[in-house]
């Protein structure tokens, strides 16, 4: 009776000790499942950029252009530009800005940012009315330190590497003012390497599709541009449903290179 006893009672165990296991496993994953859900959130923005080059010589051009997103970033960026050909050019030079600070609540641009860069553009003709633009762009970032939400002294540095398409067409059927407008679609995928950055990579990707229109040594571009930018916290994503307003000028003594306003018609931030 007593064995029958023990026995009995070790086999009344095992189903708690099973129900304790399955337990544990699905508790346990339950608590992260629960911990990275996604959330997603949509803003409007708008996007005013200028933009323009300067012409020194058939082979160098000085490159200064500003942009300003409420909210997001303010960005000047200056540098040199070597035309190689009529339809390549390298760049590179020192850009600065002011970013909003994760964690604050707010949306003052406080966080102060060096960037030194350099690029390179090809603009390929693809028969008589497309143009195919391809750039690879490296961004050096060292982005003002943060601590509970505030920005405190030193920078953080991450290598950021880009790469951009684009197509544009001339609208032949339209005239406006004895001019004809263009069209612009292009994507770009913008990626962060640094030792601290052991999750998502990723820093941000832009789809944009804009309408613009050449009078003399200026281009005006209007249009609509898409921002999905993962954030800093986990499974948080932003989507920006952004109106971008683009002026653009060239200058200087030397004749400017028909290719001058492809250049100028992809730099963005």
Avoid: C
Wanted: proline share 5%; glycine share 6%; hydrophobic share 40%.
């Amino acid at each position: 009776m007593a064995a029958r006893s023990l026995t009995s009672s070790k086999a009344g165990r095992r189903p708690t000790l099973a129900a304790l296991v399955v337990l544990l496993i699905f508790g346990s994953s339950a608590r992260p499942l629960a911990a990275v859900a996604r959330t997603d959130e949509v803003s409007p923005q708008a996007w005013l950029g200028y933009i323009t080059s300067y012409r020194l010589s058939d082979k160098y051009s000085l490159w200064n252009d500003w942009h300003y997103v409420p909210k997001s970033f303010f960005l000047s960026r200056h540098g040199l530009t070597r035309h190689l050909s009529q339809q390549v050019s390298m760049s590179g030079g020192y850009a600065w800005g002011y970013l909003t600070t994760p964690g604050s609540g707010s949306d003052r641009l406080d966080r102060f940012e060096h960037r030194p860069w350099a690029q390179l553009l090809m603009n390929l003709p693809l028969g008589t009315k497309y143009t195919f633009s391809h750039r690879l762009r490296y961004d050096a970032r060292f982005r003002q330190n943060v601590t509970n939400g505030e920005t405190d002294s030193g920078f953080a540095f991450n290598h950021r590497v880009r790469y951009m398409m684009a197509f544009r067409r001339p609208l032949t059927a339209v005239r406006l003012f004895n001019n004809t407008p263009f069209a612009v679609v292009g994507n770009e995928v913008l990626i962060n390497f640094a030792p601290q950055i052991t999750g998502n990579q990723l820093d941000q990707v832009r789809t944009w599709v804009m309408l613009g229109y050449q009078v003399n040594s200026m281009t005006i571009q209007t249009g609509y541009m898409y921002r999905y930018v993962p954030a800093t916290a986990p499974a948080t994503f932003y989507h920006y449903h952004t109106a971008t307003l683009w002026v653009t000028h060239t200058f200087g003594s030397a004749k400017p290179a028909e290719t001058d306003h492809d250049d100028l018609l992809h730099r963005d931030p």
